[in-house]
């Protein structure tokens, strides 16, 4: 096996993936690697009613679009981070100061963006050169595991980014073509080259675990049926799962 997976939901709650911008060096795993057996609660995760829990539950943010100046901030940091996006709206995060550990301060950048026919992120930069994307179907994943413990806001919120799952159309689109999503789940990040690993389930009640490459790696997209997910100590959960 090339890369850990962090997949456990009570990992990916309190350290969601803090994604390097730079690009990494080395070849992609091969198609058939699925390290270790992907653990993660699938049961409440992913789908249409899972975003009123989320909004009920957690106070999942409603933001309306930022200023022209924002927008455009957002854009550039977007583009600076190789966030893979092309960017159509953005908001806003509270972007201030912290304070660093010797008492320095520290200036913050942090925007949720929109991206056309992909997955929105929330993105930010700190004057210390720390960088953090984040796609919003991981915040969703992370925060519905957290509960209430899961940071107030630190969510999406723009209308485009409502259903986090639809972002990965056109990821699906690209491992099985004939595929109509009608479901998708995040469930780690990890490898050398860096990856971000997905569940996505179609219409005609087929699923595939996904490898897709980090923002800024040189990792391949790859992915692997349920079958074989299955075979390897990775069972799909979400086709045909019954509603409890």
């Known amino acids: 096996m090339k890369f850990p997976i962090v997949g456990a939901l009570a990992a990916i709650a309190f350290s969601l993936v803090a994604v390097s911008a730079q690009a990494q060096s080395g070849g992609p795993p091969p198609p058939q690697a699925i390290p270790g057996k992907l653990q993660y609660d699938a049961n409440r995760v992913g789908r249409a009613y899972d975003q009123l829990r989320a909004a009920s539950v957690l106070g999942a943010p409603r933001r309306s679009s930022g200023n022209p100046l924002q927008v455009k901030a957002a854009i550039a940091l977007a583009s ?25 301060t520290i200036t913050v950048q942090t925007y949720e963006i929109v991206c056309k026919d992909s997955l929105g992120w929330i993105i930010s930069k700190s004057s210390d050169g720390t960088s953090r994307l984040t796609d919003c179907l991981a915040l969703q994943t992370g925060a519905l595991a957290a509960g209430k413990a899961w940071p107030k806001g630190y969510l999406c919120g723009l209308p485009e980014n409502g259903t986090p799952f639809l972002g990965l159309r056109p990821i699906a689109a690209k491992v099985a073509p004939s595929c109509a999503l009608v479901d998708g789940v995040y469930m780690g990040a990890g490898g050398q080259p860096p990856i971000l690993r997905y569940e996505i389930a179609c219409k005609d009640g087929k699923g595939f675990v996904v490898d897709a490459p980090a923002p800024g790696s040189s990792a391949a997209l790859q992915a692997i049926n349920c079958d074989e997910a299955k075979a390897a100590g990775a069972a799909c959960t979400l086709i045909d799962k019954k509603r409890g």
Do not use: F, I, R, Y
């Open 80 to 104: 600076e981070l190789k966030a893979p996006c092309d960017v159509t709206d953005a908001a806003e995060l509270k972007n201030g100061h912290a304070k660093a550990p010797d008492g320095s």
